[in-house]
């Protein structure tokens, strides 16, 4: 019996030797420092700026001119010729009888390969008429039509607008007193006489006043690539009063 309980004691004494050296190397190991994995920095580059498409610049227009047919009247024709410009150009010297109404308008030079467009608009202006002078309030108030479309007739001829796709009596309300002042303002130097008849005025449209078509604009576009860009600008002035 002796010999079973030495034995079961050294048996017990063996484990918690081992178990408390094992304790011991656990700790001593714990307490190293874990070494850290050298990462390697990531190289980070500025994003590339984004490609500005730069407008495409218009090309000279001084290779470029307008001729606008007119009508005479008694079928005889006139014409104007019109050199473009990056600014605007103004046609002032038309006669009363001249009209290019449903009138050819062209463009003559630079490559003949150049595809063009043309689109036409005009303008309304109030006018007090006396028994020969007249008088244009063409600093006042006005009404401008939209952008249309001019037919083409070939690659560089096209037609203007008729007179009767123009609605001539549009124009901006305006009251009897704001139609008196503005006469009385561009009429007091020049012929003090409208500012009476201006006072018998209901209206704008009512005699001796009237509204009427003062200019036609045209805007002329030549296709580069896949883009349309304005080459032109053409004032007609139209003469007012009888």
Excluded at 61 to 72: E, N, R
Aim: with cysteine; proline share 8%; aromatic share 8%.
């Amino acid at each position: 019996m002796r010999k079973v309980i030495y034995g079961f004691t050294v048996a017990l004494l063996t484990f918690s030797i081992g178990a408390v050296v094992y304790y011991l190397t656990r700790l001593k190991s714990s307490s190293q420092p874990v070494p850290v994995a050298q990462v390697k920095p990531v190289e980070v580059r500025p994003a590339s700026p984004p490609e500005i498409e730069l407008p495409v610049e218009p090309p000279a227009p001084a290779d470029f001119s307008v001729v606008i047919k007119t009508d005479l009247g008694d079928g005889e024709l006139g014409s104007h010729t019109v050199r473009l410009s990056r600014n605007p150009v103004v046609v002032e010297d038309l006669d009363v009888p001249e009209y290019i109404d449903g009138q050819e308008i062209s463009i003559v030079g630079g490559n003949n390969a150049a595809q063009f467009r043309i689109f036409e608009r005009y303008r309304t202006t109030m006018t007090v008429m006396g028994e020969g002078p007249h008088l244009d309030l063409v600093d006042w108030r006005h009404f401008d039509s939209e952008w249309m479309p001019l037919d083409q007739l070939d690659q560089r001829r096209f037609r203007t607008l008729a007179s009767e796709k123009m609605d001539a009596s549009k124009f901006p309300p305006a009251t009897r007193s704001e139609l008196i002042d503005a006469v009385r303002k561009r009429a007091y130097a020049d012929w003090p006489e409208a500012i009476e008849l201006a006072k018998t005025c209901r209206s704008p449209h009512h005699e001796p006043c009237a509204v009427g078509v003062s200019s036609l604009y045209f805007r002329i576009e030549k296709q580069a690539g896949d883009r349309w860009i304005q080459v032109g600008l053409v004032e007609v002035v139209i003469p007012m009063g009888c």
